[in-house]
C-alpha cells in the first residue's frame, strides 16, 4: 500500500484535467453558505426539475419488462487501483490494461463504460443513502458512474442526454465485517485528509464492491447529485442491498473535509419528483424448467426485496390434496 499528498495547485489540475475520473467543483458544501440550499445560486441546473436524489414510492412505480441488464468485465482484474479523498467523497479509481467494465441493456439506451464509483453516507446509521425507499434512509450508499461510449470524456457526456448512467447500491448493516471491503476500509485511515490518495496493494475487482443480483432495481431519469447536478442521468436503483458491518461505514466518518472539519455526512436532501415516472424492472427471460416440490411443503410467503413485495407461487401440500378428496366424495 501506498500514500501519497496533493497539494493544493495539483489537486486542482487534477480535478480540471478530470485525471481521477470525476468532475466536481471545489466551491461546495453541505452545510452552511455553501450548502445544498445554494448550490442553485452558482449552479443553475441544480435548480432544475428532474434532480437527485428522490424517494422512490414502491406504491406509485410503473412495472416495466426490461431486456436482461448486462455488465460486463465487472470481473476483470485492475492493473491498479487507488483512492481518493477529494474533500467531499472518497473516490475509487480502477484502472485496467484492456477492457474497462461496461454495462448495456435493461432501461439502458447505447452501452456505458466505467468511471469511478464513490460514497456517500450520514452521521449515524439510521441515514445517509441519497435515495430512498418509501422514505426510508439506509446508512450508506455506493455510485458506480458510467458514461456513455459515444463520448470520449466525462464532461463530455454529462453534458448530453443519455451520456451518463449511475448504479447505485444502497448498505445494509450487519454484524460482521464484508471481507471484500476489508483492504478498501483499512485505506480509508489513510486518506483522512483532502487530496490524500492511498494505492491498493491488491487491487480489487469491481464486482467485488456490489456482488449482488441485478435483476431487481428501480430506475428514473435524475441528475448527478453534486454540482454542477447536470441532468438526464440514467439512475438504476438496486433493490438488494449490500452487506458491511457498523465498524467498516464507521470509517467513513473519519475522512476530513476541505475546510478540515469531519466528513460526517455527504449526501444531498430529497428533490421532488415532479412529473417523472419511477419504473420497477420485469425482466424478460427464457422460461425455467419447472421443478416438482415434495407436496410435504410449507407453502412459500411474501417477499419484501428492497421496499418491492415479490410474489412467489404456494406449493401443492397435503392439507390440498386432503380437500380434493372429500370434494369428489361428495360428488
Not at 448486462?70 to 479509481?93: D, K, M, W, Y
Request: aromatic fraction near 12%; include cysteine; proline fraction near 7%.
Amino acid at each position: 500500500m501506498q500514500t501519497y499528498n496533493l497539494d493544493a495547485a495539483t489537486l486542482l489540475a487534477l480535478i480540471c484535467c478530470n485525471v481521477f475520473g470525476v468532475t466536481f467543483a471545489n466551491d461546495f458544501a453541505y452545510n452552511g453558505a455553501m450548502g445544498p440550499d445554494h448550490w442553485g445560486e452558482q449552479f443553475s441546473t441544480c435548480s432544475g426539475k428532474h434532480q437527485s436524489p428522490i424517494n422512490i414510492d414502491s406504491v406509485n412505480v410503473i412495472r416495466r419488462t426490461y431486456p436482461p441488464l448486462i455488465a460486463e468485465h465487472f470481473g476483470s482484474q485492475p492493473i491498479s487501483a487507488e483512492i481518493l479523498n477529494n474533500g467531499h467523497t472518497v473516490v475509487v479509481r480502477l484502472e485496467y490494461a484492456e477492457e474497462r467494465p461496461t454495462v448495456w441493456g435493461g432501461p439502458l439506451v447505447g452501452e456505458f463504460v466505467f468511471e469511478q464509483l464513490h460514497f456517500h453516507w450520514g452521521d449515524n446509521d439510521t441515514f445517509g443513502s441519497e435515495d430512498r425507499i418509501n422514505n426510508v434512509s439506509f446508512p450508506a450508499e455506493l455510485h458506480m458512474v458510467f458514461r456513455n461510449i459515444k463520448y470520449p470524456t466525462f464532461e463530455e457526456a454529462a453534458a448530453k442526454s443519455n451520456g451518463v448512467a449511475v448504479l447505485a447500491y444502497f448498505y445494509k448493516i450487519t454484524r460482521k465485517d464484508n471481507p471484500e471491503y476489508d483492504e478498501f476500509t483499512e485505506l480509508l485511515e489513510h486518506v483522512v485528509k483532502p487530496g490524500t490518495v492511498a494505492k491498493f496493494s491488491n487491487p480489487p475487482l469491481l464486482w467485488d464492491f456490489s456482488h449482488i443480483g441485478i435483476d431487481d432495481y428501480y430506475t428514473y431519469i435524475g441528475s448527478l447529485t453534486t454540482p454542477p447536478c447536470s441532468e438526464d442521468v440514467n439512475w438504476i436503483d438496486f433493490k438488494e442491498p449490500v452487506h458491511i458491518s457498523a465498524n467498516q461505514i464507521e470509517r467513513f466518518r473519519h475522512l476530513h473535509t476541505n475546510d478540515n472539519s469531519p466528513m460526517t455526512h455527504n449526501y444531498r436532501p430529497l428533490q421532488p419528483l415532479n412529473d417523472r415516472t419511477v419504473y420497477s424492472s420485469l425482466t424478460l427471460r427464457e422460461p425455467k424448467r419447472r421443478i416438482k416440490q415434495p407436496a410435504s411443503d410449507i407453502p412459500f410467503v411474501d417477499n419484501m426485496v428492497g421496499g418491492a413485495t415479490m410474489q412467489k407461487p404456494f406449493v401443492v401440500g397435503v392439507a390440498t390434496i386432503m380437500l380434493s378428496l372429500s370434494l369428489l366424495v361428495a360428488v
